[in-house]
């Protein structure tokens, strides 16, 4: 690579400072980017003519061209996988998850200037007095964004590893942590 850059440099060089040193026989033997560096051809150009226009004038025409573009095709043509549904609700759960955190934690520094009870003997006895029914819907509400969200966290850190990437592989893990997320999050709602 260096040799070639050389070479042509040199070429160039000559070719410079002496025009009429290489013939028109002499181009043909020569390297190609040589023999362009060297050529004697007028550069064909085109001039471009411009219009002073009012700024209105000119929004029109933008909006004459825009009108002209081709419309790219959106979501609602392609068939819905589980990936897509799967990656957008991990990024929910991770939102509801993160937020509910920062809600729940300052609502618990504000408390006593409010005068809310949300020590954990207070929440202890709001949570008991619930009936069972509401108790495991609660629990599993609770339990379920974050047993999805961990568990398709680690389908994404083995794919991070360069595993599990083929369409089949996406496929059955994303089913399989719909599957471990639900059961596991049943598991936490009962006890």
């Known amino acids: 690579m260096l040799v070639q850059r050389i070479a042509q440099q040199s070429l160039r060089r000559v070719a410079f400072q002496q025009p009429g040193a290489f013939s028109r026989n002499a181009l043909g033997k020569m390297a190609a ?8 051809h007028q550069i064909q ?17 933008l909006v004459k061209q825009r009108l002209n573009r081709p419309v790219s095709p959106h979501l609602a043509i392609y ?16 939102s509801v998850l993160s937020g509910g955190f920062y809600i729940f934690g ?3 520094l504000v408390a006593p200037l409010f005068g809310w009870h949300l020590e954990s003997g207070a929440m202890v006895a709001a949570f008991g007095s619930l009936p069972m029914l509401a ?13 999805f969200h961990s568990f398709n966290g ?14 089949k592989a996406v496929q059955t893990t994303g089913w399989a942590v719909v599957g471990i997320s639900v059961v596991s999050a049943g598991i936490l709602a009962y006890l």
Not at 33 to 40: D, F, G, L, Y
Not at 79 to 94: D, H, K, M
Not at 154 to 167: F, K, P, Q, V
């Open 33 to 40: 980017p040589a023999a362009i560096a060297t050529s004697h």
């Open 45 to 61: 150009s085109r001039h471009a003519a411009t219009q002073n226009l009012k700024p209105d004038d000119a929004y029109q025409i």
């Open 154 to 167: 680690l389908r994404h850190l083995t794919w991070d590893l360069g595993r599990e990437m083929s369409n």
């Open 106 to 108: 300052l609502s618990y």
């Open 135 to 147: 108790k495991a819907g609660l629990k599993f509400g609770l339990a379920l964004p974050f047993t």
């Open 79 to 94: 068939r819905p996988q589980v990936t897509w549904y799967l990656s957008a609700l991990n990024r929910v759960t991770g």
